[in-house]
């Protein structure tokens, strides 16, 4: 794995660990926002590993994870899926316009999506 790479695996670790520990502060909003981080970065390793590209953006980052799909790359339908999923959980979190609360139960399948994105991206760059 590249130090690129490895650097965008560091951030995705840190960010499922934010996760984790606002999960188990029960502040769910942020356990979810930091689960989904967690599988951007780990998305950003991967099609950096693979193209040598850094995408800045979410939906760049996003797009180029799926051209990756669409040319062969094989990963969990369900874990790319919460790319765009958390993404939008994210958006209403973060910016509204309304209040939006997460429940415990969906905090604890965003960080059961992360980590397994995150395990799976790992797979993907050794």
Do not use: W
């Not at 502040?27 to 689960?35: G, K, L, S, T, V």
């Amino acid at each position: 794995m590249s130090p690129e790479a490895v650097n965008y695996m560091v951030i995705a670790d840190a960010m499922l660990d934010r996760a984790s520990r606002a999960f188990l502060a029960e502040i769910y909003e942020d356990a979810a926002r930091n689960a989904y981080l967690a599988a951007l970065n780990a998305a950003r390793a991967v099609v950096f590993d693979k193209t040598m590209t850094a995408p800045k953006t979410h939906s760049g980052t996003r797009a180029k994870f799926h051209d990756l799909i669409h040319t062969g790359m094989v990963f969990d339908a369900k874990l790319v899926k919460f790319l765009s999923d958390g993404f939008d959980t994210k958006q209403h979190v973060d910016y509204g316009p309304e209040i939006i609360f997460v429940s415990r139960a969906q905090a604890e399948d965003y960080l059961a999506c992360a980590t397994a994105f995150l395990a799976a991206a790992k797979i993907l760059c050794e």
